[in-house]
């Protein structure tokens, strides 16, 4: 049973913006004196699989009756058959009868309208009380009539409803209604077009086949029954009405002043009316005399492109196994600019995605396959998994128009077939990162493939899948071997469990027993799958925000989510990529990233690793990556978009400064389905405008770990973001996670954070220190503190046990020149150095400022030299930080990490109240956290300036989900 069957059955009342369809009332005057409502509704028609219908009303002001919307839908009865084809979702004809009703046949006569009202207002009253918390769009193309009755009768309707009117000549025959509304009702949701509508026929491209006369030749007449009406009443486009569609077709509806095919809209005056909006004056949006005319022609030949595909639907049905081609993937939009392609899918799994959203993600992409196309080769060894970087780009290359040798490349005999892959057809079904793109390129890219290495891929599938591929004994398996292959681990699929490989292993075997019939092996893993959606909504993610490793762990759900056809299956895979976009935009800083984090492999700085792929739907960074991870073609040809709250929180519009409590479980807590697991890390993270600063109360892990324990990054007026790093150790390649070495950090180290300060302190009191920053930032010193002025970030750094810091010449050398062919470790970056002066601890405090905070950087200066530090039982681990803004932080070490003890303004921090919540602001009353899930709970829940996701997953893994703006 699908996720949202699941609970409507239950009764429960759920909102799912980003799943649902928009639930639609169309009020139209079609019949009346102007024919192009029956274009309008011919229009409507073919995109009914896109709604909600639950109303259609005839309102006229004249001569207009409910029997044209019946004749309309005759023609649609006879496309049916066709359109059914394309979408199950196209609702019956008998269903859209059954919604029509006759709206009030004379115009408002008094300034108020009467106590009787029509059968039309009546319907809008019985659909907006339905117990469905989606709102109610009423499109009204015709009178306004039926929505004044209706709204004057039950006012209370007014939470539900949302119109967008047709206004000017509709407006001129039933103006006492429009004015009653407008002066009784100012907190109506309105949209009133009464110029903007005319951009719909007015302007735009219009040579070639895009006339007004030019495109219903070409592209309606002979499309079915629908065409047909649509030419006999008018053969020429008008469709004045039709704006209201294309506003809920593409574009964010719940923000009217954002870019919308249907147009972008002005609040005359937000205090007297909060929610009506209106054409925008402004001069550039103007076409001739029409205010506003030019946000809907702009989008001219996109809609009309994206319309005639749907009137191609009206002709033929769609033949199963139907190809999907290059020119499906990558076409032109009205300026020529390449436009990348998802395979459909439908609306109830996407989450609600603005049109400028998308128009910036495609420019995003475009810049990732023209770079990968122009600079990276699309081909190289198929030993065990060195496809891993060179399949992703190779699919670059079909879509950057290179597609026939990067086909080829994609198809070459693996090098290992007959060693390793000869009980699969020869085709590589083994290793994880392989499996990753194997599985892209049989789904997505598969029908360019050559039909019979299409089918060899399949035959070999079936056999790999036709029972549980993991630790099932290997031909090639020899006792003694070392190594990840199947020669050395006797399996016929990896065996590695990290998230990443995890996910790559779990996504590909289901999706082949999927495609194969293999049923056992599919519900096997569907179970899996569940599991790890379940235990991630309740304990997180087990190799948590590794800039290394999170863009790998994503790249495979992109698979599942787009080609798996079990609906349980498909809103799971979004619910994960849903949590790991999420816990991504926490830590993604104008394309850096912010730590702390589990096997960051010193990648923060600007697209080192995962904020690659992260850039493509979060962007806010004026630089652009140079390096890939090659998991990039995996997002672009995704039909995934994460949910606009996620991608504020990503992009800081939320409320600032936010003080963020996190906790971590253990490795493979979530890949073993352990919803019992326990935190085992601790972290703060302070959210403030110009930075993000996090720490782990257990500092970064000595000896062979893979734990980063503090970051700070920074706004930087040319890379949007960077990072400085810190941390005990002599090396400067390993300022973040040890990455496994020995002897990287040799001491315990604990980090007690309270907003922008901190305390740091390694139970070795000669223990080395160092800071590895951009060569941008200034270093100064004014009497034992050392300053870090960067582009809007100020940071102040207090010995405690230490010499004072001071730039490192021959560190900095080791990093940021070249060693022979080697690239430098972090170019353009400088080490700052200090160590402990002898004694038990060592280490020092830090202070973060910015304009918002201190007003200016000599104001900063003045306020941390202020500050007093009590370093006097540092010999016990004991030192305590009095700033001049009046807060106070204490540090009392201790052997465990969540024994720290953390002293903020006088009150010991409460450790088991931190650790009770995946997320939790610091002020856990506030109502405007920008993330927040509790510890076990499964609900996951984002906020970001106006706009609200939120994920709940039951125990069995059914997730469902609410998306809402204001």
């Given at each position: 049973m699908s996720t949202l069957r699941f609970f409507l059955l239950l009764g429960l009342c759920i909102t799912v913006a980003a799943a649902e369809k928009p639930r639609v009332i169309v009020s139209t005057d079609i019949g009346g004196g102007d024919p192009d409502d029956y274009q309008s509704m011919v229009h409507y028609l073919v995109y009914a699989d896109r709604f909600d219908t639950e109303g259609l009303i005839s309102s006229p002001p004249k001569q207009g009756r409910a029997a044209s919307i019946h004749e309309c839908l005759d023609a649609y009865e006879k496309d049916y058959a066709n359109l059914t084809t394309w979408s199950p979702d196209y609702p019956s004809p008998d269903t859209l009868r059954a919604s029509v009703r006759q709206g009030a046949l004379d115009p408002q006569s008094e300034d108020a309208p009467p106590d009787e009202i029509s059968e039309g207002a009546k319907l809008i009253i019985e659909r907006a009380k339905v117990d469905d918390e989606r709102p109610l769009y009423v499109l009204v193309w015709g009178s306004i009539t039926d929505i004044a009755q209706a709204v004057h009768a039950d006012p209370g309707i007014k939470a539900k409803l949302r119109v967008y009117s047709i206004g000017s000549w509709n407006t001129l025959n039933g103006q006492k209604e429009r004015d009653y509304l407008y002066q009784n009702h100012a907190d109506l949701w309105w949209i009133e077009s009464d110029t903007t509508f005319r951009g719909m026929y007015m302007g735009g491209k219009q040579d070639g086949d895009l006339g007004n006369r030019s495109f219903p030749e070409a592209h309606i007449k002979g499309h079915g029954a629908l065409g047909e009406l649509f030419m006999q009443k008018k053969a020429d486009i008008k469709m004045g009405d039709s704006p209201s569609v294309l506003y809920l077709l593409n574009g964010d509806p719940n923000t009217p002043a954002e870019p919308h095919w249907g147009g972008a809209y002005v609040k005359p005056d937000s205090n007297a009316r909060p929610h009506y909006w209106h054409d925008d004056p402004d001069t550039e949006q103007q076409f001739r005399d029409k205010p506003g005319a030019n946000s809907v022609n702009r989008w001219r030949e996109t809609y009309l492109r994206d319309w005639q595909t749907r009137m191609d639907r009206l002709k033929t049905k769609k033949e199963a196994g139907q190809a999907w081609m290059l020119e499906d993937m990558a076409n032109e939009n009205a300026q020529g600019l390449a436009i990348y392609r998802p395979r459909p899918m439908d609306d109830k799994f996407k989450n609600p995605w603005p049109a400028n959203y998308e128009e910036s993600f495609q420019q995003r992409a475009r810049v990732v396959i023209a770079s990968q196309t122009d600079s990276l080769k699309a081909e190289g060894s198929t030993y065990f998994e060195n496809e891993k970087r060179w399949y992703g780009l190779a699919m670059a290359h079909v879509l950057g128009g290179k597609a026939d040798p990067a086909l080829k490349a994609l198809q070459q005999q693996d090098h290992q077939h007959q060693e390793w892959h000869s009980q699969t057809e020869g085709i590589d079904y083994y290793a994880c990162f392989t499996l990753k793109h194997q599985m892209r390129k049989y789904f997505y890219f598969g029908d360019l493939l050559d039909p019979q290495y299409r089918q060899t891929m399949l035959k070999g599938a079936n056999q790999w899948t036709a029972q549980d591929p993991l630790g099932r004994p290997h031909a090639a398996y020899k006792e003694g071997t070392t190594g990840w292959g199947p020669d050395a681990k006797n399996s016929w699929v990896d065996v590695r469990s990290t998230d990443n490989l995890f996910l790559m292993r779990v996504t590909s075997v289901y999706l082949m027993a999927e495609e194969t019939g293999n049923s056992d092996t599919a519900n096997k893993y569907k179970e899996i799958i569940l599991k790890y959606v379940a235990t991630l909504y309740r304990v997180g993610l087990g190799e948590w925000d590794s800039e290394n490793y999170l863009g790998h762990s994503i790249a495979p759900v992109f698979n599942l989510y787009d080609f798996a056809r079990d609906e349980d299956v498909k809103f799971g895979a979004k619910a994960i990529l849903d949590f790991f976009h999420a816990v991504g935009a926490v830590k993604y800083h104008h394309g850096a990233f912010n730590g702390p984090c589990k096997r960051d492999y010193n990648h923060a700085q600007p697209f080192g690793g995962s904020a690659s792929l992260l850039w493509l739907p979060f962007g806010d960074s004026p630089k652009t990556p140079v390096e890939w991870e090659s998991d990039e073609i995996h997002a672009i040809t995704s039909a995934y978009r994460p949910p606009v709250a996620v991608v504020k929180l990503a992009r800081g519009e939320h409320s600032k400064p936010v003080e963020l409590f996190a906790s971590k479980p253990p490795y493979n807590a979530t890949t073993s389905a352990n919803t019992k697991a326990t935190p085992e890390y601790l972290e703060t993270q302070y959210l403030a405008h110009t930075y993000k600063m996090g720490s782990l109360a257990g500092g970064t892990t000595p000896g062979k770990s893979d734990v980063s324990g503090f970051k700070i990054a920074v706004d930087d007026d040319s890379q949007g973001g960077v990072v400085l790093q810190a941390a005990p150790t002599a090396d400067p390649a390993f300022p973040g996670s040890p990455v496994y070495k020995d002897g990287i950090v040799t001491v315990q180290n604990r980090v007690a954070q309270y907003e922008n300060k901190a305390i740091w302190l390694a139970n070795d009191g000669t223990a080395p220190w160092l800071w590895v920053i951009p060569d941008t930032v200034q270093v100064s010193k004014k009497l034992d503190l050392t300053f870090f002025q960067c582009d809007r970030t100020w940071v102040a750094i207090m010995p405690l046990g230490i010499s004072s810091f001071a730039v490192d010449s021959a560190n900095t050398e080791a990093i940021a020149k070249p060693t022979g062919k080697k690239k430098a470790k972090f170019?353009?970056?400088?080490?700052?150095?200090?160590?402990?002066?002898?004694?038990?601890?060592?280490?020092?405090?830090?202070?973060?400022?910015?304009?918002?905070?201190?007003?200016?950087?000599?104001?900063?200066?003045?306020?941390?030299?202020?500050?007093?530090?009590?370093?006097?039982?540092?010999?016990?681990?004991?030192?305590?930080?009095?700033?001049?803004?009046?807060?106070?932080?204490?540090?009392?070490?201790?052997?465990?990490?969540?024994?720290?003890?953390?002293?903020?303004?006088?009150?010991?921090?409460?450790?088991?109240?931190?650790?009770?919540?995946?997320?939790?602001?610091?002020?856990?009353?506030?109502?405007?956290?920008?993330?927040?899930?509790?510890?076990?709970?499964?609900?996951?829940?984002?906020?970001?300036?106006?706009?609200?996701?939120?994920?709940?997953?039951?125990?069995?893994?059914?997730?469902?989900?609410?998306?809402?703006?204001?």
């Open positions: 170019p353009d970056h400088q080490v700052i150095s200090a160590r402990g002066t002898g004694g038990t601890y060592c280490g020092f405090a830090v202070i973060v400022g910015e304009k918002e905070s201190h007003g200016s950087f000599d104001r900063f200066q003045v306020a941390a030299l202020q500050a007093k530090i009590d370093s006097s039982k540092l010999a016990t681990g004991n030192v305590s930080l009095s700033c001049a803004d009046g807060k106070s932080l204490g540090f009392e070490w201790a052997k465990v990490p969540r024994e720290l003890k953390v002293i903020r303004d006088g009150s010991p921090h409460d450790w088991s109240a931190h650790e009770s919540y995946l997320y939790r602001p610091a002020d856990h009353t506030t109502t405007l956290s920008p993330i927040s899930a509790r510890w076990g709970s499964g609900e996951l829940v984002v906020e970001g300036n106006g706009a609200t996701f939120k994920c709940s997953v039951s125990e069995n893994g059914q997730a469902r989900f609410s998306n809402t703006s204001s």
